[in-house]
């Protein structure tokens, strides 16, 4: 079975441009959440979708969105973008809504690089 | 979310067992504990989780004391595949708030297998 899978892997683009990222969670998995790593951190939480519904959001800026599918694929957007937004921009997804019952699974990630 | 400490870093040969401990003094009540392995480039990928005492699966222990204040994930027998970044997560994972996962990833301990 295919894994959760994130495109593109690797982009590059320019401060004050615009960057769409795009997953694909694992068949019948409903929640999507991104995650954004730095260079030498952890994963921060960004967003949690379940059932094309914004279930949480993290502690960042405005310039950040995203949205959910039917088919429970996910796009990520960030606008006006920034050098500190230079990351690994991670994707999960899971089969419910609360990972007790069950595990996140993360893509391999966009590698994201702003010039 | 709780708070955890983990040591940065940690050295071991093959075939050894390793144990990484986490703090999280104040863990709460609805809160579980998760570990993640993440490698080089790519996304976490979920270890083992549990609430008290002991669970093992096919590749680790989690040890959880009656007070849960800390846990230690045991990887008995690690091989050079094992190095990687292991986080030590603490949250009740939306399970009883409903508000979905939002996963606090610490910087985790690098774990180095050396022969």
């Known amino acids: 079975d295919a894994g959760v899978t994130q495109s593109p892997t690797h982009l590059i683009k320019t401060r004050g441009q615009q960057v769409t990222l795009r997953c694909s969670p694992i068949?019948?998995?409903?929640?999507v959440s991104w995650y954004q790593q730095v260079l030498g951190q952890g994963p921060q939480f960004i967003f949690q979708?379940?059932?094309?519904?914004?279930?949480g959001r993290g502690n960042f800026p405005d310039r950040f969105s995203a949205r959910q599918f039917p088919n429970y694929s996910s796009e990520l957007n960030v606008n006006a973008l920034l050098l500190g937004d230079s990351a690994l921009y991670l994707c999960?997804?899971?089969?419910?809504?609360?990972?007790?019952?069950?595990?996140?699974?993360f893509g391999e990630g966009s590698r994201l690089s702003v010039l | 979310l709780a708070k955890t400490t983990q040591p940065i870093s940690m050295d071991s040969y093959e075939g050894q067992e390793v144990n990484i401990t986490c703090s999280h003094n104040?863990?709460?009540?609805?809160?579980?504990i998760t570990w993640y392995q993440q490698f080089p480039s790519q996304g976490p990928r979920f270890i083992i989780q549990?609430?008290?005492t002991k669970v093992t699966n096919e590749v680790a222990s989690l040890f959880i004391p009656a007070d849960r204040k800390s846990s230690t994930l045991s990887l008995p027998r690690v091989s050079l595949s094992d190095t990687a970044v292991y986080y030590c997560?603490?949250?009740?994972?939306?399970?009883?708030?409903?508000?979905?996962?939002?996963?606090?990833f610490g910087t985790g301990t690098q774990l180095k297998v050396e022969l």
């Open positions: 104040n863990i709460a009540t609805n809160d579980y």
């Open positions: 997560l603490v949250g009740d994972m939306g399970r009883l708030t409903g508000g979905g996962n939002k996963l606090t």
């Open positions: 999960a997804s899971s089969l419910v809504l609360s990972v007790n019952t069950g595990e996140l699974f």
């Open positions: 068949s019948g998995h409903k929640s």
């Open positions: 549990g609430y008290k």
């Open positions: 979708y379940y059932e094309k519904e914004e279930r």
